[in-house]
Structure formats: C-alpha cells, structure tokens
C-alpha cells in the first residue's frame, strides 16, 4: 500500500480543522494537496515535521488517567459529545477529528512542535502515541482514555469540556499498524487555506 503524508487542514475563513489519522482515499488526497496551501508563508520548512520519541515516562502519564469501559462509540451521546464531527470506520477506529482550529493556533501548534509521536510501553506492549495538542493538555490526569474497539489496540485520549461533556481529541494512542500506519503517521502535510468569499 502506498502510504500518503498525514493530512492536518485548516481553513482559516472559518476557523475549522480536520486531522486525517488514518490514510484518505486517493482522490480526497489528491484534492486536499491542490489546496492553495499558506502554510510555508508562516512557518519554516524544517518546523513541518512530526518528531518521534521514544519516552518509557509516558506510560506513567497514562496510568494516572482513567481508562473507559465503554469504546469511543459507545460513549458518543451518552457519556460525551464530540466537538463536530469525528468520523469512525464500521469496526470503530476514528478515521478523523474535526475541530476548532484558527490559522494562529495552527501556526503554534506547528512551531512548538505539539504533534509528536512518542513511543512507549503501556499495559505490557509497545503503543505509540500521537499528540494533538501541548504536552500538559494531552497529558493531564482529569483526561479519560476510551478503547477504540473491543480489541483495545487503539484508544483516544479525550478532554472532556464544559457543562455539555463534549470531548475533544488530544492524542491517539495505537498498536494497531494496520489502520494507523506509523510511517503516515509521521509523514505530515500541513494545509492551511486562507480563502475569502
């Protein structure tokens, strides 16, 4: 399979964000980077990476979370709210997070390199772990992790917000190589569109 960078768009007309973590569809990927993308004017070329760690700590992190018997699904409209739109596959696995995102917290986002990807041991096996926000938000103990699916080799971890519960993404913590290739992972194309009507 040919593997494809990871897509993090955001739309600074209306302040909107989608991450793609899992691979899109040819065309859609296609589509995306013919976007007239404004990234590059704001942040250098060497800024556009996501860097992986390895970092045993992180586990630690974890553990002082609580850890949902419920699946991501399941809690969605009974526990929680997702903020828009999070798009689940059949089997569960969140194929993308849509969010608030303004062109400046993009930009910061990006040049204090929030998007990372740490290796770790957790639970007894190997999980890397995708951060999509700060370190002290992605990994604060009021956070709650939720299993993907039942076969528990993927989880979200969720900020859970306001009186309304909505919980918002902050990292994708992953076994599974088959649906969340660590290689897209790492690979990511930042498309900022700044478009006026």
């Known amino acids: 399979m040919e593997l494809t960078l990871v897509i993090i ?28 993308n404004k990234i590059s004017q704001y ?15 992180k586990s630690n992190f974890l553990e002082g979370m609580s850890l949902s018997e419920k699946t991501y699904k399941q809690a969605l409209g009974t526990e929680i709210d997702a903020e828009y ?21 993009l930009i910061n986002l990006v040049v204090n390199r ?13 999980f890397y772990i995708s951060t999509f926000d700060y370190e002290n938000k992605v990994f604060d103990s009021n956070n709650v992790i939720y299993p993907l699916s039942k076969k528990r080799d993927a989880f979200l971890v969720i900020e859970i917000t306001g009186p309304y519960k909505v919980g918002l993404v902050k990292a994708l ?17 930042f498309i900022l569109s700044e478009y006026t009507l």
């Open 9 to 36: 768009t955001c739309d600074a007309y209306c302040n909107m964000g989608y991450i793609y973590v899992q691979p899109p569809k040819e065309n859609l990927k296609k589509l995306l980077c013919d976007k007239d």
């Open 85 to 105: 739109c999070n798009d689940l596959d059949k089997d569960g696995y969140l194929i993308g997070i849509e969010l608030n995102l303004t062109k400046d917290k």
């Open 173 to 189: 913590i992953t076994a599974n190589d088959d649906v969340y290739p660590i290689d897209y992972l790492l690979d990511p194309q």
């Open 43 to 57: 942040v250098d070329e060497h800024s556009l990476q996501i860097p992986l760690e390895i970092e045993s700590d």
């Open 114 to 126: 929030a998007f990372k990807i740490y290796k770790t041991k957790w639970q007894g096996l190997s």
